[in-house]
């Protein structure tokens, strides 16, 4: 018997990195999970078939209301259940903080529409089913960007922010049946970051753990969130200490 045996998880952006990474822990430990993505869907289905039959691909962008209402039905009608909502995916651009006029309205809404109102639209289609559940857990992936001055670019860090603070005002208002917390990761070797050599060298050399982070470190943060049964409201840091000196 497994850890999760029963559960349900739908773990969005979930065809690389963290997603990736995540899911494939779930599915470890017994959970059924449906896999998401917004464009990857070969990738989706292809890990869909190589994690076996408790994962179920489902093609969604979540800045779309009706597209998350679609994914939370969908997860219903092949599982008959959900328990856990790992929120991960997210959109960013690589702008230096100080060139204010590279930052379009186009790129800044762009931003603020997967990362904030994507996981706003999908909790709050979810929060039924996880109420139902008895044991519902909502899992937000943000960023140390939202707690320094820090980050791909300033709407990335001003919308993982506020993913902060929603984690903390749903989590306020949701319970007992439903935690809600988030994970704060560093800088994470993923495919988006792997040419981020600078910045993975810089890493090393300051953080007191002296790397940079993996997909697995924010793995086994969020199953250690759905172990920790009296934990809501918070948002956990895994950066290796990089952030211990204020270092951004």
């Not at 999760?4 to 690389?16: L, M």
């Amino acid at each position: 018997m497994g850890e999760f045996d029963g559960r349900v998880a739908i773990v969005t952006g979930s065809t690389s990195g963290i997603g990736e990474a995540t899911a494939q822990a779930l599915v470890a430990t017994g959970a059924k999970v449906v896999v998401n993505s917004s464009s990857s869907v070969d990738a989706g289905k292809a890990l869909a078939g190589e994690l076996g039959a408790a994962v179920h691909y489902h093609r969604a962008d979540v800045s779309n209301e009706d597209e998350c209402t679609g994914l939370i039905d969908a997860t219903l009608e092949v599982f008959g259940r959900l328990d856990i909502l790992v929120n991960n995916a997210g959109y960013t651009q690589v702008i230096p903080h100080h060139d204010l006029n590279a930052v379009t309205e186009e790129v800044f809404r762009r931003i603020i529409d997967v990362n904030v109102f994507g996981t706003w639209y999908l909790s709050r289609a979810a929060v039924p089913a996880l109420k139902a559940s008895g044991d519902g857990n909502i899992i937000n992936i943000t960023s140390i960007a939202g707690l320094i001055a820090g980050g791909s670019c300033i709407p990335y860090a001003v919308s993982k922010a506020g993913l902060n603070h929603l984690t903390r005002l749903m989590a306020n208002v949701l319970g007992p049946e439903v935690r809600v917390n988030a994970v704060a990761p560093g800088l994470v070797e993923t495919p988006w970051t792997e040419t981020w050599d600078a910045l993975h060298s810089a890493v090393s050399d300051r953080a007191p753990l002296g790397r940079s982070g993996t997909s697995e470190d924010c793995a086994e943060a969020v199953l250690g969130i759905l172990r920790a049964g009296y934990q809501t409201g918070d948002v956990v840091v895994v950066d290796g200490g990089l952030t211990l000196g204020g270092i951004g």
